[in-house]
């Protein structure tokens, strides 16, 4: 589980972001070993966006958008469910083998690969 914020950043919070860009180049090499070893062992990052939905997630939503000089944001919320279900559906669907995926409140979204190309 990475974040959104190692895509976009996450002034507000320090390392936060490099934390969590991180836990997705590890998953990629744990993902690359498995394959080179014939593991069959299958590692996906999900990068779930920022959202409102939770306790924590509230103060951050309205700290950025303080910080952005909004009130709210637009959109509708990533929920705890939806969140729940994408784990669900990354764990149980074959067909899902990106090795990255973004999460908003419309779904997964599929990341290229992360690294240099």
């Known amino acids: 589980m990475s974040s959104g914020a ?10 936060y972001a490099g934390a969590k860009a991180a ?10 070993e498995s394959a080179r070893a014939g ?3 299958r590692f996906v990052t999900l ?8 306790d924590l997630g509230a103060r951050y939503v309205a700290a950025y958008a303080a910080r952005g000089g909004v009130t709210t944001p637009g959109g509708p919320p990533l929920t705890p469910e ?14 899902l083998t990106d090795s ?15 690294g240099p190309a």
């Open 6 to 15: 190692a895509l976009r950043g996450s002034p507000l919070s320090g390392g």
């Open 100 to 114: 990255a995926y973004l999460l908003t409140a419309d779904g997964l979204r599929p990341l290229p690969p992360a």
């Open 23 to 32: 836990i997705r180049w590890l998953t990629g090499y744990a993902a690359e």
């Open 39 to 41: 593991l069959d062992i």
């Open 82 to 95: 939806r969140a729940g279900q994408a784990v669900a559906d990354l764990a149980a669907d074959p067909g």
């Open 47 to 54: 990068l779930p966006q920022l959202t409102p939905a939770t």
